[in-house]
């Protein structure tokens, strides 16, 4: 199975900051990932699929970046709303899950 | 609207069975893959297992082979997972999940709302 790892783990963060979070795949994946947010006691949201394109109805102040191995979720100006856990899929082969980035109030 | 409500969950006693049901509507279910992915508590998500729009074609995670099997009902829009032999680890909350293929990717566009299976003694 292809791993996947994200970093940081958690982060603190403010309202109106920039924030980056990175997904390694263990081989290349070349496009085939997916960025998902997923807040308390609720089902995971698709934000980013194809590595860089924007899911409809997703406000465009995220973005998604990369291909082969690194890949990258910026959220340009961080809103109340958008304190969750975010979760990287590769769908190279059988899916994969990173283990999650938990953006918390700084 | 797409919605995708499952139920079936609750509590089983290892090596016990439970079946898990997803109502899908909203979109052309028959023309779909479905997937289960669950979340153990306090953790991250595991895929599960898919089925292809037919059900002709299935997959299932290495941890789960052998004892889980999908199962789709295209006339009734109904995905299930029949979970036989359960483990104390099988505990998580699981959800049903409409896969789509767009610019070639495959992701998971729709999840349901989650049912909690809780495997203990």
């Known amino acids: 199975d292809i791993q996947m790892t994200q970093s940081p783990p958690s982060l603190s963060a403010s309202v109106g900051d920039r924030v980056t979070i990175t997904c390694r795949a263990s081989?290349?994946?070349?496009?085939?990932l997916s960025w998902y947010q997923q807040k308390p006691g609720k089902a995971p949201k698709v934000l980013i699929y194809?590595?860089?394109n924007l899911q409809g109805g997703v406000p465009s102040r995220f973005s998604g970046s990369g291909s082969g191995t690194d890949f990258t979720l910026t959220i340009s100006s961080l809103q109340p709303e958008d304190f969750a856990t975010y979760y990287c899929?590769?769908?190279?082969?059988?899916?994969?899950f990173g283990g999650g980035t938990k953006v918390e109030i700084k | 609207e797409v919605q995708l409500v499952e139920s079936g969950g609750g509590l089983v006693q290892p090596g016990g069975s439970l079946r898990l049901s997803c109502a899908a509507s909203?979109?052309?279910?028959?023309?779909?893959?479905m997937s289960w992915v669950r979340q153990a508590p306090g953790k991250g998500l595991e895929w599960v297992s898919t089925?292809?729009?037919?059900?002709?074609?299935?997959y299932y995670a290495d941890s789960v082979k052998g004892r889980f099997t999908i199962s789709r009902d295209n006339s009734k829009n109904m995905l299930y997972l029949q979970m036989n032999s359960l483990r104390a680890e099988d505990t998580a909350v699981y959800y049903c999940?409409?896969?789509?293929?767009?610019?070639?990717?495959?992701?998971?566009?729709?999840w349901g709302q989650g049912t909690l299976v809780t495997v203990s003694s």
């Open positions: 999940a409409k896969r789509i293929a767009m610019a070639g990717m495959l992701y998971f566009d729709y």
């Open positions: 909203g979109f052309t279910f028959s023309s779909y893959a």
């Open positions: 089925i292809s729009d037919s059900g002709g074609s299935t």
């Open positions: 081989q290349s994946i070349s496009s085939y």
């Open positions: 194809a590595a860089s």
């Open positions: 899929q590769q769908s190279y082969s059988t899916p994969t």
